[in-house]
């Protein structure tokens, strides 16, 4: 009789499931790892990426142990998390993937009391593999705050700008083409102002960080003065309803992406670029109306 064959049946049918559930956990995260480290052009990255693979496949084997059976990765949620890594980089993947699998770590006390090695292998999950997902450096959380600078200077001012021109305007057309100028204007002197302060504080990749301020600056207009493009010259206020609805969801998926990737808390950030955006964009909507009455201005 083998080692496993004499193991397994001394557990309960529940802590075996939970056993199991964990195995197949830890293998399919492994291949998650390996698939990831395949696509990482970084040496540092490619290595560390390997190491946690290689914890996950430990912990796997001692799971194995107990059930005395050996498991796949399930493939459709290493392809997901493959898919996310391209799409939104491996740090946000891999700490996504953590997040769903600390879920699960509620149930390693009680199953603690049949597999002593449970908590042996909780505490090496909390301490090591943390350690090493610590040590991840991916280029472009480098440079966040100037993502960030780009997306709520755009948020900010495109709000309140394509706000006061719907009351102003009155037409989607003239709407888009005076949002779409403003814009391209704000971009080239939001990404030029970025580079000359990156410059001055002696920055050897200002061109880098005015870049990405650039890149999140155009995105979030693009985005924001799409409704009016979409809508007839009537439907304005179906437009900015629909870009109000756009903001907030912008602002729900970058700060769900910043609060996985560096651990930062979501409803405080969301809430405050939410009542920034949304309070300027009431405000100019009130300007845009006083604007139009005062001066009696009919487009």
Do not use: C
Request: aromatic content about 8%; glycine content about 6%; hydrophobic content about 45%.
């Amino acid at each position: 009789m083998t080692e496993n064959a004499t193991i397994a049946p001394t557990l309960s049918p529940a802590a075996l499931a939970q056993i199991r559930a964990f195995q197949q956990n830890e293998v399919t995260e492994a291949a998650v790892y390996r698939r990831i480290a395949a696509r990482t052009k970084d040496e540092g990255n490619r290595t560390t990426l390997l190491r946690i693979a290689d914890e996950e496949a430990k912990h796997a084997g001692i799971w194995q142990r107990y059930t005395g059976q050996e498991m796949r990765p399930q493939r459709g949620k290493v392809r997901r998390y493959a898919l996310i890594a391209l799409v939104f980089g491996f740090t946000f993947a891999v700490k996504l993937m953590e997040k769903g699998e600390q879920k699960a770590q509620i149930s390693y006390e009680e199953l603690a009391k049949e597999a002593p090695e449970a908590l042996e292998i909780r505490d090496d999950e909390e301490a090591h593999e943390k350690a090493l997902l610590d040590m991840l450096d991916e280029e472009r959380l480098s440079y966040v705050g100037s993502m960030v600078l780009g997306m709520n200077d755009a948020m900010v001012e495109m709000t309140g700008t394509l706000a006061g021109l719907t009351l102003a305007m009155q037409n989607t057309r003239l709407i888009a083409l005076s949002g779409l100028i403003t814009g391209i204007a704000a971009t080239l002197s939001m990404a030029s102002s970025e580079y000359l302060s990156s410059k001055s504080e002696g920055r050897s990749d200002a061109l880098k960080s005015a870049t990405y301020t650039g890149i999140a600056y155009v995105v979030t207009v693009a985005l924001l003065i799409l409704p009016y493009l979409l809508f007839d010259e009537s439907h304005y206020l179906w437009a900015m309803g629909t870009m109000v609805v756009i903001v907030l969801l912008i602002l729900v998926v970058f700060n769900y992406y910043i609060s996985v990737a560096q651990d930062l808390p979501f409803k405080k950030r969301f809430s405050q670029m939410a009542g920034i955006s949304l309070g300027v964009a009431a405000l100019s909507f009130v300007i845009g109306i006083l604007v139009k009455q005062f001066l009696g201005v009919d487009i």
